[in-house]
Antibody, heavy 117, light 110 residues
């Protein structure tokens, strides 16, 4: 059974960098798009970005200047870095496996990240 | 961020057929596939439909999808209490070069 397991710091102060990692277990890492999606408390889903099997990345324009998604194929995991966080970045962050274009067939359990001074 | 427009709520009695709309533009729904997700309370979203109307293994055939022009729809027939959830549509946007989600529709089973 393929699973995505997330971890990372859950409480940050404004201006710090959010770092989350998502590990893929029980299945292949190659050939997919690996994405990060977040959901502010009580709100809808917001796409952050993706990295494909070739290492190419796409980021949502409004977050592009602060976001880096990277992959470590030797460890079967991928990571999200979001710089200069603010209270508006408080959200549940999900990692997801996909095929590009909004098609995600496997999601991590989600990680609530809170930004507060 | 929502560029796709969904009604905030929908409801129906058990056994009824209910539809949820997803309205976009030529740069997203009009030129790319639409995907639908179901999110039960306090859980991660689950893929419900891919490529407009295809059901992944395990999704009941009570769920169906369609697309016409710049709008798409999710239909749930034979509504059941376990269908109470939030539903989101998603599509790639060629102008933004990113994935956009609808604002979500909260389904209530009366």
């Amino acid at each position: 059974q393929v699973q995505l397991q997330q971890w990372g710091a859950r409480l940050l102060k404004p201006s710090e960098t959010l770092s989350l990692t998502c590990a893929v277990s029980g299945g292949s890492f190659s050939g997919y798009y690996w994405s990060w999606i977040r959901q502010s408390p009580g709100k809808g889903l917001e796409w952050i970005g993706e990295i494909n099997h070739g290492g190419g990345t796409n980021y949502y324009p409004s977050l592009k200047s602060r976001v880096t998604i990277s992959v470590d194929t030797s460890k079967n995991h991928f990571s999200l870095n979001l710089e200069s966080v603010a209270a508006a970045d408080t959200a549940i962050y999900y990692c997801a496996r996909g095929y590009g274009s909004g098609w995600y067939d496997l999601w991590g359990q989600g990680a609530l990240v809170t930004v507060s001074s | 961020q929502s560029v796709l427009t969904q009604p905030p709520s929908a409801s129906g009695a058990p056994g009824q057929r209910v539809t949820i709309s997803c309205s976009g533009s030529t740069s997203n729904v009009g030129s790319n596939f639409v995907y639908w997700y179901q999110q039960l309370p306090a859980t991660a979203p689950k893929l419900l439909l891919y490529r407009n109307n295809q059901r992944p293994s395990g999704v009941p055939d009570r769920f169906s999808g369609s697309k016409s022009g710049t709008s798409a729809s999710l239909a749930i027939s034979g509504l059941r209490s376990e269908d109470e959830a939030d539903y989101y549509c998603a599509a790639w946007d060629d102008s933004l070069r990113g994935v956009i989600f609808g604002g979500g529709t909260k389904m209530t089973v009366l």
